[in-house]
């Protein structure tokens, strides 16, 4: 039981230049999210799904996409990585009952520079 | 403002002391998330709590949704406690939510 992976750990970005981050979790959980964390601020939600075929925004969502095309993934992408994207990505994920969320449990995180 | 504040953002303790960090938010909350994040990096949920109190080894969570306020205490505290503790509320919004979070307490437990 693995948990919730992201690959890849570390990268490094030209400005222009796409990619995708993607998140796996083996837990059969419904609620998927992907998160920014940055020096001096907390974490800050980018993109959310609450369920296989859903996307919806958080509170940081520019410049970003995603898709969940099979419960057990959630894709981040970047069309055209800027250098204020520059941060450490974390992805979580979470069981719900009755349409609420519980315990969240987190990727290992995924370290991007964008120069 | 932040929704969610946390105090102190840093704190140094000897080991064995009894160790509070606070957490105080100014809206609405289904429920409150306490989340350690090791000096690695990865994320662990500690508790998540939507009243009362929860207790899990050395560490206590409490929650009074009155005064919209929230304490993490950590007892006989060690050194393998240092870590960055994080306070996260859930906002419900047309039946998603969402979590809000605090910008976390620096925890140095010294030997």
């Known amino acids: 039981n693995a948990g919730v992976t992201q690959t890849p750990k570390f990268r490094v970005l030209k400005t222009g230049q796409s990619m995708t981050l993607l998140c796996a979790q083996d837990?059969?959980?419904?609620?998927m999210y992907w998160y920014r964390q940055d020096p001096g601020m907390g974490l800050r939600l980018i993109h959310y799904?609450?369920?296989?075929?859903?996307?919806a925004k958080g509170e940081v969502p520019d410049g970003y996409n995603v898709s969940r095309l099979k419960k057990q993934n959630f894709l981040l992408g970047l069309e055209s990585a800027a250098p204020s994207q520059t941060s450490v990505y974390f992805c979580a994920s979470s069981f719900e009952i009755g349409g609420s969320s519980y315990e969240q449990y987190f990727g290992p995180g995924t370290r991007l520079t964008v120069t | 403002k932040n929704e969610v504040e946390q105090s102190p953002q840093n704190l140094t303790a000897q080991e064995g002391e009894f160790i509070t960090i606070n957490c105080s938010y100014s809206v609405g909350i289904s429920a409150l998330h306490w989340l350690q994040q090791h000096p690695g990096g990865g994320i662990v949920s500690l508790f998540m709590l939507s009243s009362g109190k929860k207790k899990h080894g050395r560490l206590i969570a409490t929650i009074n949704i009155q005064e919209k306020h929230s304490s993490l205490h950590i007892t006989a505290s060690h050194p393998r406690d240092s870590a960055v503790y994080i306070c996260a509320v859930i906002k419900t919004r047309g039946g998603s939510e969402k979590l809000v979070f605090g910008k976390g307490t620096k925890l140095t437990v010294n030997p």
């Open positions: 837990m059969n959980h419904e609620y």
């Open positions: 799904s609450v369920g296989e075929g859903t996307t």
